[in-house]
């Protein structure tokens, strides 16, 4: 009887055990992490096979090695020549099919390019600049145009911007109208490549967008042209485009509001030369403005004591000459909420640089201050008031300076109780403090730069640029000379040159439209690294300018 018993019992235990061990199995996890997918997907059978000629098919299928995805296809894939029905595109798993919906022209080489259309589905990747060449006649077209994408401002090779050509009877009507036929990518290394191209006169271009519509119209991208057609008789290589942004032919304003503090803010489409603003209506509120530009003079805040109208309306000048005349509407009792407060020119350590006076900058006009809510404590002890001045700059009235002698081994701080400071529009700040230290003298350098110019009869403009290639200091020089930088903080920086054509003392764009190219720059190819308390010598010869095709 035990015997039964336990080999029931077995019976039993077994399929259980069995059921845990495969739940156990269905339950393990694929391993965590590894290395990413970076590779796009690869062409393994294509039906008709790719530069078929006496082409006939209706339609073609092409197998991938993994599973894939269309993307932006109807802005990606272009077919040259264009036909008057598109084809259809559809993707399924690692095939993509492509149905002629239009009659194909006789002897007649057409090439289908995808640009960044075809991903893969897991990571994305981008099959770039893939092209299918099929002709129906029995030759296929098979010149190219090659050549390199710079960036004409920083002289760095350009990746992902989109190379166009337009045959040259069809450019005018085509550019800026309508995406092109026949394109190409750059790629790392800005480089690219127009393949199977038929004998033909062609315009070229460079577009670096900011939607991906292969259209320039939009005054941020990025354009290069060739200033001559390309007679394509015979492979062209070594084609230089050089991409710069273009300034606005026609001035607009690019954006006009009421801001939540009551000013007036307006965007300008490109910067201007010596602007300034009148308010025409109502007039009797002109002389009680305050208008602050932008360093780039593309922006212009306005402050108004008086808010108490329905609409206003203000006039734009650029040296004088007016420009532009523009209208806001407001409720004539709208509230605006304000707070009061302040940045100052000290870095990110909270460091104040050597030999420089503090500088408040406050988010309204000041209309006047309270000295004796104003306190400067050095190592925790309170400056005597007579010790330091506070002084409005009568040029930009949220700008206030203290000065003070300063001591590197002192720390400091400047409290600002409430009430301390009152705007145009009587608001007072809140109590605010602010602590910091002046910089040590040994951490700035001076730099000498000898700059020895090809021509002394042509202009040039030498800019002092940090890493990120901010221009720090801007000098326009005609004969060989040295130029000064002084108290400019240890790190690496480099040295740009305008090729100043028109001298001006600035860089100055091109225009696609009058075949204009930008002014040439040199980006010198030393890194120029200042140590703690050095003064640098360094020696640049500006190479003569190469012209621009």
Known sequence: MLNKKRVNYYNFLTPFIVLLFLYGCAAQQPPQGGPRDLTPPKLLKAVPANKTRNFKAKEIDLQFDEFIKLTNQYQEISMSPAMEKAPEYSSNKRDLKIKFKDTLQKNTTYVINFGKSIQDVNE??????????????????????????????????????????????????????????????TDSSGN???????????????????????????????????????????????????????????????????????????????????PSMKVIYPADIDKQKQVEFSKTKDTASVYLRNMNFDSIRVALYDKGKPIDTVSLSKRKNESFKRTLTFQYNIN????????????????????????????LNEDSIAVATSDYTLQKDTGNLKHIYLKYRWRQSSKYEIILNEGAF?????????????????????????????????????????????????????????????????????????????????????????????????????VSPNVISLRPNWEAEESITIPKETPTP
């Open 422 to 522: 009152t705007s145009i529009y009587g608001d007072k700040n809140k109590r605010i403090s602010k602590k910091f230290q002046v910089d040590k003298t040994e951490n700035y350098s001076t730099l000498t730069v000898k700059v020895t110019v090809p021509d002394p009869a042509k202009a040039y403009v030498v800019e002092l640029m940090n890493e990120q290639k901010a221009v720090l200091q801007s000098n326009p020089i005609t004969k060989s000379t040295p130029i000064v930088y002084s108290n400019y903080l240890t790190g690496k920086y480099l040295i740009r040159v305008v090729y100043d054509e028109n001298k001006n003392g600035k860089w100055d764009s091109g225009n696609v439209r009058q075949k204009r190219q930008p002014e040439n720059t040199w």
């Open 192 to 274: 690219f490549s127009l393949n199977n191209l038929r004998e033909d006169d062609y315009r070229i271009y460079a577009l670096k967008e900011t939607a991906p519509n292969k259209i320039f119209d939009n005054d941020i991208e990025l354009i290069a042209f060739l200033k001559k057609p390309i007679h394509l008789r015979s492979d062209t290589s070594n084609v230089q485009l050089n991409l710069f942004k273009q300034l606005p032919e026609k001035f607009r304003f690019a954006e006009k509001r009421f801001d939540a503090d009551g000013k007036l803010l307006f965007v300008f489409n490109k910067s201007l030369d010596n």
């Open 124 to 185: 994305s990747n981008v099959m770039k600049n893939f092209t299918y060449v099929f002709s129906t006649g029995s030759h296929i077209d098979s010149l190219s145009i090659s050549g390199t994408v710079t960036n004409t401002l920083t002289q760095e090779k350009e990746k992902d911007v989109t190379v166009m050509i337009f045959p040259l009877k069809q450019d005018s009507l085509l550019f800026g109208k309508k995406k092109p036929s026949i394109f190409t990518t």
């Open 348 to 375: 990110g350590n909270s460091l104040l640089k050597p030999n420089n006076d503090l500088k408040l900058i406050a988010s309204l006009p000041i209309e006047n201050f309270d000295n004796s809510q104003i306190t």
